[in-house]
């Protein structure tokens, strides 16, 4: 029987061009979910493998194998959900919200906001949780002060995707490093390189900036509506802390996420019950449903419900799905060389260890552009350049931590993008306006470049994995 060839670069490109074309049909002009789009991608990259010799049972081997790379993530994923749920009926979450709130100041305002959405996003792992919510009451706060809409924007998208970023309750979190073959919480101590610095030169600009507002009054009936009424439908105090500080303690002791997740869920239902009973109807069945279902708030005030109303396990099927479709496109792509050859023909330009952290980063900003998906500029450009970061002896969390540098946070700066509408419908300014002022997603990624070109914090692959 003939062997199957491998496709040259024009053959590759085809099911890459249909799916931005699929996506971009589906999702930029009805505003569809990806899932189909991705699917019938899929059966393009089929048929383009099957044209060079391939065997329907060779692809459908690559595709299960491709998407047992990804059950970690998905059950971290499904984990995480089941946190969400139950640190927000326990008050965690609120906990975390309400006092974040309270550091809102004039004289630092654009600093308090990026600070403030950074903390609500590491609470929840969602920066559209956190711009649709806190984000807007801070808009309104803003208007009031007189600071451009743009700059405030700009500051809570920077804290918003910081926490995207960072926090293990973020599906992008979870996504990267399963793409990429590392842990974790080795990939989110892997980030704290690159985000942490991005983070605190962003702070000392928005310092800067926030001179020329210092001592005018501010309004902030919005955000006192939002942490009255978490003070009003929970018992916030301190030890509501406990369950994330114990998390953290775990990680550093290097426990594995699973476990240690776990282990945070069943505190947040424990604290709901002994916190939350005089607020809320806590029985055996409500804690199981909640860990099911996640939380649903009814507060009257509509803000607070929307930052409220999520988590639970089923919460995560969407995520977990999209995550099944894009695995499989990627072993599509991955089996039949697809991805082989659009890498090989990307690191021809790009030279040694510099040039492929260049490489793989601007791919995810391109994916960005032309797919319109965050979650596709993780996974293509994570599948596409995992061999290659193999091959250059490079540990996989230094990948993992590229994909997320570029990819998850380059994202809301393509108004066509889903980050990016959703960002300049939700705050009421265009990208253009807000790409400037969102110092933390573009100086990002220039930190991991530069530390590409260096060896700064590029750990090497273990001896016996590497070989």
Sequence with gaps: MAEARMPKIWQALIPVLALIAFLSF???????????????????????AMVLGHKWKDLEEGI?????????????????????????????????????????SPAIFLTATCLICAVVSLATGSSWTTAGTVGVALMGVAAGLGVPPGMAAGAIISGAYFGDKMSPLSDTTNLAPAMAGSNLFDHIKHMAYTTG????????????LGFGFAGKS????????????????????PFLLIPPVVVIVLVVRKMPALPGLLIGALLGTLFA????????????????????????????????????????????MWTVSLILC???????????????????????IAKGRGGLVLATELSCVATNMMAG???????????????????????????????????????????????????????????LAYGLFAFLNWINPLISIFYGFTGITMTKAEPEKAA
């Design 218 to 237: 501010i309004d902030t009936s919005a955000v006192a509506e939002i942490t009255d009424t978490l003070k009003a439908t929970f018992n916030i105090n």
């Design 326 to 348: 894009a695995m499989t496109f990627g072993g599509v792509m991955e089996k039949a060389g697809f991805l082989e050859v659009l890498a090989r023909g990307m690191l021809k």
């Design 273 to 316: 019950a002994i916190f939350q009973g005089a607020f809320h109807e806590i029985t055996v069945g409500s804690l199981i449903d909640n860990l099911h279902y996640g939380f649903s708030a009814d507060t009257g005030v509509g803000v607070v419900d929307d930052l409220l109303s999520r988590g639970g396990l089923d919460s995560m």
């Design 373 to 431: 998906d965050q979650y596709l500029s993780i996974v293509i450009p994570g599948r596409m350049f995992k061999t290659a970061f193999d091959e250059a002896g490079l540990a996989p969390k230094n990948l993992s931590r590229c994909l997320e540098d570029a990819g998850t946070i380059t994202s809301p700066f393509f108004s066509w993008n889903t980050c990016g509408a959703f960002m300049s419908q939700t705050l009421g300014v265009s990208p």
């Design 197 to 208: 610095p991005a983070l605190l030169i962003a702070l000392v600009i928005y310092t800067i």
């Design 64 to 104: 299960v194998n491709t998407i047992k790379m990804s059950m970690q993530a998905i059950l971290i994923l499904m984990v995480i959900g089941m946190v969400i749920g139950s640190w927000i009926l326990s008050g965690t979450v609120p906990a975390l919200i309400f006092y974040g709130l309270k550091l809102l």
């Design 26 to 48: 589906s999702i930029i002009l009805f505003g569809s979910s990806p899932h189909i789009p991705i699917i019938g991608a899929t059966i393009v990259a089929v048929i383009v």
